[in-house]
């Protein structure tokens, strides 16, 4: 296993000890007030723990090699993780908003609440702490599974702060109606986030192509290293977890002998590797005759 598998792996791991560790915090919390809103913090936290498990598994399927059965790669396992989560989180969605709605029918006062608040509070600095780490693995190393995880958890942190301040609120004032409606508030929050999710992992699965910024960037990297070929065209790309897949094809002079367009393909797969991460690329070498005029006019007399 590479250094950076190796890396991820832990990283995976480790989120699964720190989602037990922050449920924990939070059911505690929970079961000291009795507050709904705390209640639905708590199950939110829950989610957090089957994403870290659907990461962990994700990433070390992802790293297995090519082989006959999937000659390009495992990449993808990491999108059938988040959409795992994304299904995990609307299922959070629904079953906060029942608990909401229970609130809301027979709201109680909250019991031994500055306690409950510094548990939860203490979780939530945990919980901050560890996105920070999860959202930097997933764009370092352009993991999807562990980005997921990360927008999740900073999702969590977001509402966990919004509650903590709102049952501060009704205990001042002795508002308890504000308890279930702060839950109703989780409930729609964690919603959006899962639907976010289950949208951006679909794109992968359905091989969305690159972003417009990234898509600037290889063409750029083709322009400056395909000195000698006439034109490239047809440029496809495509996503699969950590992997961009990149092909095209590329006019070179009807003379050209087979090794000098072979050093201009290495030049260009040097470049594209250098650009973009994880990069995979592949290269259909024509004669000018089948020059569509389209895509990228290259210079085949440059030095």
């Known amino acids: 296993m590479s250094t950076n598998a190796q890396t991820l792996t832990r990283i995976a791991k480790a989120s699964i000890g720190v989602g037990l560790a ?15 809103a705390l209640f639905s913090d708590a199950l939110e936290s829950t989610v957090n723990v089957v994403t870290a498990v659907a990461a962990y598994a994700a990433v070390r399927i992802s790293f297995r090699p090519p082989d006959d059965a999937r000659p390009y790669g495992y990449h993808k396992a990491e999108y059938l993780s988040a959409v795992l989560v994304g299904s995990m989180v609307l299922l959070a969605a629904a079953s906060i908003a ?26 939530t600095v ?16 352009h993991s999807p599974a562990l980005a997921a995880d990360g927008h999740h958890v900073l999702t969590d942190v977001a509402s966990s702060v919004g ?19 702060l839950a109703a508030c989780v ?28 898509r600037a960037v290889i063409d750029t990297a083709i ?10 065209h047809d440029i496809r790309t495509r996503h699969a977890g950590r992997a961009t897949f990149i092909e095209f094809h590329l006019i070179v002079s009807s003379t050209m002998s ?11 797969e040097h470049a594209l590797h250098a650009a973009i991460p994880y990069s995979r690329v592949t290269i ?20």
């Not at 939070?26 to 507050?35: C, D, H, N, Q």
């Not at 945990?126 to 190393?141: D, E, I, P, Q, S």
């Not at 903590?164 to 308890?179: E, H, K």
């Not at 322009?223 to 490239?232: D, P, Q, V």
């Open 223 to 232: 322009r400056t290293h395909a000195k000698g070929a006439i034109e490239a």
């Open 258 to 268: 087979v090794a000098e367009a072979h050093t201009i393909c290495d030049d260009i």
């Open 98 to 123: 029942r608990a909401a709605w229970e609130g809301f029918m027979a709201p109680a006062p909250i019991q031994q609440g500055g306690l409950g608040l510094a548990v939860n509070g203490a979780a």
């Open 163 to 181: 509650v903590l301040a709102g049952v501060g609120l009704a205990m001042g004032v002795g508002w308890w109606w504000l308890d279930p409606a």
């Open 22 to 36: 922050v449920f924990a915090l939070k059911a505690t919390a929970w079961w000291l007030t009795g507050s709904v």
């Open 284 to 303: 259909h070498i024509e004669p000018e005759h089948k020059a569509k005029h389209t895509g990228l006019q290259l210079s085949p007399n440059a030095p």
């Open 187 to 214: 409930a729609i929050g964690v919603l959006v986030a899962g639907w976010k999710l289950m949208k951006e992992s679909v794109g992968g699965l359905m091989d969305t192509a690159v972003p417009p910024a990234t």
């Open 126 to 141: 945990l919980n901050a702490g560890w996105c920070a780490v999860l959202l930097w693995a997933g764009r370092t190393y």
